[in-house]
């Protein structure tokens, strides 16, 4: 064999490596799907009457669905899932290092996503739910705050885990990129 016909050498990974953040792109793809889908149900002459009701987008339970529910499934489930993806990508390529920990990153996606649909779905729920009994029967909106806090808490705190496993790993991974040699 010459050393023209010689196997290339390649910068590249194995193709499969990077693999494990295709979850993160579904996750963004179906967040901005659900996102726009409720945008454009929520602009419908008759769905926009009724959340605007109910307080939408000023405060009382249509609040809770436009605009939190929708700039959450959007900015967290979209956006910021798809740059965690991103920057888990990235560091390797700019830094020449491996990812500080691949199973901190799959601890960061699943506890963002989970996160972030349990708190999008009960905004919507609790928004709907709320929001029918603020034009029928006001009286009974106490109860389902004893549920709303705890749950949103849940939710949020699932987040923002998500999110500090996110920062430590990429804070892990930067660590002593710039050293003297």
Same mark, same amino acid.
């Given at each position: 064999?010459?050393? $023209?016909? =010689?196997?290339?050498? =390649?910068?590249?990974p194995?193709?499969n490596?990077?693999? /494990?953040l &295709?979850?993160? #792109?579904i996750?963004?793809?179906?967040?901005?799907? @659900?996102?726009?889908?409720?945008?454009v149900?929520?602009?419908?002459?008759g769905i926009r009457?009724?959340?605007? =009701?109910?307080?939408s987008p000023y405060g &009382?339970?249509?609040?809770m669905i436009d +605009?939190?529910a929708?700039a959450?499934?959007?900015l967290? &489930? &979209? @956006?910021t899932?798809?740059g965690?993806?991103?920057t $888990? /990508?990235?560091i390797?390529?700019?830094?020449?290092?491996?990812?500080?920990?691949q199973?901190?990153a799959?601890?960061s996606?699943?506890w963002t996503a989970?996160?972030?649909?349990i708190f /999008?779905i009960s905004l919507m729920?609790?928004?709907?739910?709320?929001g029918? #009994?603020?034009?029928?029967h +006001?009286?009974e909106?106490?109860?389902?705050?004893?549920?709303y806090?705890p749950?949103?808490s849940?939710?949020?705190t699932?987040?923002?885990?998500?999110?500090?496993? $996110?920062?430590?790993n990429?804070?892990?991974s930067?660590?002593g990129? /710039?050293?003297?040699s």
């Amino acid at each position: 064999m010459s050393e $023209y016909t =010689s196997k290339p050498i =390649s910068n590249q990974p194995p193709a499969n490596e990077n693999r /494990y953040l &295709g979850k993160f #792109l579904i996750t963004s793809v179906l967040s901005f799907f @659900v996102g726009t889908v409720h945008g454009v149900l929520q602009v419908i002459p008759g769905i926009r009457a009724w959340l605007d =009701s109910i307080g939408s987008p000023y405060g &009382g339970p249509g609040h809770m669905i436009d +605009p939190l529910a929708h700039a959450h499934i959007n900015l967290v &489930g &979209g @956006v910021t899932i798809l740059g965690m993806a991103i920057t $888990y /990508y990235l560091i390797p390529k700019i830094t020449g290092k491996p990812l500080h920990s691949q199973r901190m990153a799959e601890h960061s996606f699943w506890w963002t996503a989970i996160g972030v649909a349990i708190f /999008y779905i009960s905004l919507m729920i609790f928004g709907i739910w709320e929001g029918q #009994l603020w034009l029928t029967h +006001p009286e009974e909106i106490p109860v389902i705050h004893r549920f709303y806090g705890p749950i949103i808490s849940i939710a949020a705190t699932g987040l923002a885990i998500g999110f500090w496993i $996110y920062l430590a790993n990429v804070l892990l991974s930067l660590k002593g990129i /710039y050293k003297k040699s």
